[in-house]
């Protein structure tokens, strides 16, 4: 029955039945659209139904439907650029990914003489969950009225500043109750001639203090300051500097896709306003679908009900050399 269905176990069967024209397949398609009618008119009314007791978070909320959970994480993308450029993976539990801290060096040796090559060192980086949330108020009258989109309104607001505030955290966060930002684990790459200033050389200096393996995808995120600095350099060896984007492109510099991040520094001595890198090594990890909970009660008095949308994230650099940072001469 609906009600001793998982969600998680309902579409692990979904999946596990695509493309295949069989009875199960339509019953665990029936079962995913029951869930998805009874979350949303749970939302709305707050009257949860049976097809909701089994996939309820921690938090007391319910899990997203996997089609809203879809339209989450491509609005998150569009909002945060980290995320746009990054490696984002689902997770179920606490990830603990071996990396190399050292490798082994090549040595030469005499045709038959034993060899012993150096020990190679390896540490590991954890991939954890922090939790992020937010609320919203939704008046009695929006929620009663049947052409209000409560599933944009959702996206629009809470999830846009969800997506600001994750932004932020994987550029800067100081890792307490939440991730570790990039410009605390990624290397400084170069440091500016000038403590206000930064020209083509900081440019190709950062640009070559990363190995080629790495440069070969790189790409640049800097502070809208930065960016209006580097386009204002109008020709560089007979080129422009800054490439212009065509509709649809994106712009590039020495040969690298150019992004702006809001959520850089602006450009001050000792700031560091610029990462270059391949942020594929930069894992986001998503523990499970994001929930919904929604608090009939508490606001009543007023006339609105609140809406707790919360997500479990983690972020880390799986590889300290694939991203560098340009930091500003200090004064």
Known sequence: MIKETNYNDLMARLNAAMGMDSPEKKETERAYATYKNAFWENMRAGVPQNALKESSSSSGGYLVPDSFESRIIDFLGNENI????????KTSQ????????????????????QHFPTEAEFGE?????????????????????SGFDLEGYI???????IAESEEETFIKGDGIKKPLGLIHQASVGAVTADSKIVDVDDMINLEHSLREPYRNRAVWLMSGDVYAMLSKILHYKGHRFMELAEDGET???????????????????????????????F?????????????SEKYADSGQVGFIVSERVDAKLVDSEAVKVLQTKAE
Request: hydrophobic share 45%; aromatic share 6%; proline share 3%.
């Open 82 to 89: 980290v995320r746009k450029v990054s490696h984002s993976i």
């Open 94 to 113: 606490n990830l603990k990914i071996p990396v190399a801290v050292k490798s082994c060096d090549a040595i030469w040796v005499k045709e038959g003489e």
């Open 125 to 145: 980086v954890k991939i954890e969950a922090y939790k992020l949330a937010i609320m919203e108020l939704v008046s009695d009258e929006l929620l009663e009225d």
């Open 155 to 161: 996206l629009n607001s809470a999830v846009k500043k």
């Open 251 to 281: 712009e590039m510099l020495l040969g690298h896709p150019v992004y702006v991040c809001n959520s850089l520094d602006a450009l001050a001595p000792g700031s560091k306003s610029v990462l270059f890198g391949d942020f594929d090594r």
């Open 283 to 295: 894992w986001i990890g998503d523990r499970g679908n994001r929930s919904i909970k929604r608090l």
